[in-house]
């Protein structure tokens, strides 16, 4: 059985049965070909819009099943996603639960595979790749979490060149993936592979988005008279607050990005956002950020609909009381009311956060990004993924300067060998005597990331006592400084 679709060569093939394959069928073949090596093949038109509805109609039949069903976020869709935790009870087993399942579609004439795990990508992976896991659904638990290490690299959702390219490498497998350094990965192949190995190992979180949304989280007011009042309409959005903290509250969540409205007759609704660190439902906190956004907004006109909703939404979390008062608080939850604040007044580009970029080129080791993006894309993403804190490493780093140039500064330097440790620096036109000297420490690039840099480094102390972090670069045995340890 073959689909097949309108090619500028005729038909070719579209998808292909597992019969078909056997025999030479590829998808991307003519359809005179693959007819030519396969007799008797069926054939078929290619639909994929018809085939993205039918698999929305078996998500809203799944919904018996299951709260939490979401279709695949791929651009042609064939895997459904149930979120079957902490459901056994009402089925009597996780097996029995799978079992209704694969009998719901039988009775149907679907043939389906079906596969549990504790993560998306295992259960994506067992259904696709594990053909004992699937054919054995009693204890589809458990198989998932010891054979998810011996599947291929294609059961990580990626793509098919990165997976060609692992192969070639002679990366066959999931754990031999594993055991290769990160750093090394994702400079050839990019964060996307180490995202999708996390997401399948449970390192990394990945949450199933239900098909159907909850209701929006908005309120509005209509108001008896046009106004500019800053003071009403002060007013007006406390009212509004307490009636979003509320619809936040009662779901367990809370605002990342809040988007005001004032509507005129005749005018388009004037727009503002409200950004938050982390997710919150404190009406006061909400209140006073409005207020201050308020302080930047020119109105266009008199304004007779105010409206106000959370676009973004995050789940709050507990957060534990302190034992002591007389504590030094540590509490993150006023960082972020800091931050948020910070943004409201000042713009959400203009707070501002170092993060760490996997190069061992100082200047580049750092970027500085917005702590309050106005890309709600992103929030989104934030919001899914959580706030994980960073992983411990083993690797000690040497110590670097807590003033580092922009850009090098190019100095003279005297040495008692051509190769070896400075003696006198000239800096500031001024000639200074070498007292102490650590290093060399080498910097190098890989040949994959572009331009090679090749430098050696030293922390030197002169006899001004001053402690500076200069280096030679070895293409052309130029010296720079690059830090000022204060």
């Excluded at 073949?29 to 018809?50: C, F, H, I, N, T």
């Excluded at 409205?261 to 919150?280: I, K, R």
Aim: aromatic share 6%.
């Amino acid at each position: 059985m073959v689909l097949v679709r309108s090619a500028p060569r005729g038909s070719e093939v579209a998808v292909c049965c597992q019969k078909a394959a056997a025999e030479g069928v590829r998808p991307g073949m003519p359809l005179v070909e693959a007819q030519a090596l396969a007799r008797g093949l069926s054939v078929a038109k290619y639909d994929p819009e018809g085939d993205r509805r039918a698999l929305v109609k078996c998500a809203e039949a799944c919904e018996r099943f299951s709260p939490r069903v979401a279709i695949e976020e791929v651009a042609e869709p064939e895997s459904l996603l149930l979120d079957v935790g902490n459901l056994e009870h009402l089925w009597g087993s996780e097996a029995r639960l799978v079992g209704q399942v694969k009998k719901f579609f039988t009775r149907r004439g679907y043939l389906v595979r079906l596969g549990v795990a504790d993560t998306v990508g295992a259960a994506w992976a067992a259904t696709h790749f594990d053909e004992a896991l699937t054919n054995n659904m009693e204890g589809a638990g458990e198989s998932s979490k010891h054979s998810s290490f011996i599947l291929p690299v294609e059961s990580l959702r990626i793509s098919e060149e990165a997976a060609g390219l692992l192969q070639e490498l002679g990366i066959e497998t999931v754990d031999q993936l594993k055991a290769l350094p990160r750093e090394g990965l994702v400079s050839r192949f990019g964060e996307k592979l180490l995202l999708r190995l996390d997401q399948l190992t449970g390192a990394g979180r990945e949450l199933i988005e239900p098909r159907r949304p909850s209701a929006a989280l908005e309120a509005s007011h209509v108001l008896e008279e046009p106004t500019a009042d800053r003071t009403v309409l002060l007013y007006v959005f406390e009212q509004l607050v307490e009636q979003l903290a509320g619809q936040l509250t009662s779901r367990d969540q809370g605002a990342v990005l809040l988007i005001g409205s004032f509507c005129s007759a005749g005018c388009t609704p004037q727009q503002f956002e409200v950004g938050l660190l982390q997710p919150s439902a404190n009406a006061r906190q909400l209140l006073e950020l409005i207020e201050l956004h308020l302080e930047r907004v020119q109105l266009r006109s008199e304004v007779d609909r105010i409206e106000l909703r959370a676009a973004v939404v995050g789940r709050l979390g507990e957060r534990q009381g302190e034992l002591f008062a007389d504590c030094w608080p540590t509490d993150p939850h006023q960082l972020a009311v800091l931050v948020n604040r910070l943004g409201s007044r000042l713009g959400y580009e203009s707070v501002l956060r170092a993060e760490p970029r996997a190069s061992p080129v100082p200047e580049r080791a750092v970027k500085w990004t917005a702590v309050l993006g106005k890309n709600k894309q992103a929030l989104k993403q934030v919001t899914k993924r959580g706030h994980s804190s960073p992983q411990s490493s083993s690797v000690s780093i040497p110590a670097r300067p807590l003033v580092l140039c922009s850009k090098p500064q190019a100095i003279e330097v005297e040495g008692v060998a051509p190769d070896g440790p400075p003696q006198f620096v000239w800096l500031e036109k001024r000639r200074e005597q070498v007292i102490r000297c650590v290093g060399p420490e080498r910097i190098e690039t890989l040949w994959w990331r572009g331009p090679t840099v090749r430098r050696d480094y030293y922390r030197v102390t002169t006899e001004s006592s001053r402690h500076f972090w200069i280096f030679e670069r070895l293409v052309d045995q130029r010296w720079f400084l690059h830090g000022i340890f204060e």
